[in-house]
């Protein structure tokens, strides 16, 4: 079992930076890939980010490419998402989860234990 926490939210103006970040609990976080997802008001929750278990190899969402980085911490059992360059679109709740399986990045269907997750409100 895998628990996770999300923080960092907040509200920012357009052009702003936040860092979120997603403490773990659980033996299996340092052997898993991790992503990040978001929810917009009236969307569906769609991909963000991801990273695999060592922070070797990173996948981003074309909307976020070059302005997000994800990264992790194996050490302390969080991952981060550093978010820069930031614009009212970007206004969403986002999430962390584990990635269970599958053969895609992107697929929510692909990731098991979810946080609750933080909002993120970007105001232009």
């Known amino acids: 079992q895998v628990q996770l926490v999300e923080s960092g939210g907040g509200l920012v103006q357009a052009g702003g930076s936040l860092r979120l970040s997603c403490a773990a609990s659980?033996?299996?976080?340092?052997?898993?890939?991790m992503g990040w997802f978001r929810q917009g008001p009236g969307k569906e929750r769609g991909f963000v980010a991801a990273v695999n278990w060592n922070g070797a190899n990173t996948w981003y969402a074309n909307s976020v490419k070059g302005r997000f980085t994800i990264s992790r911490d194996n050490a302390n059992n969080t991952v981060y998402l550093q978010m820069n360059s930031l614009r009212p679109e970007d206004t969403a709740v986002y999430y962390c989860?584990?990635?269970?399986?599958?053969?895609?990045?992107?697929?929510?269907?692909?990731?098991?234990?979810w946080g609750q997750g933080t909002q993120v409100t970007v105001s232009s």
């Open positions: 659980g033996r299996t976080f340092s052997s898993s890939a």
């Open positions: 989860a584990v990635r269970s399986g599958g053969s895609t990045w992107y697929s929510v269907e692909n990731y098991a234990y």
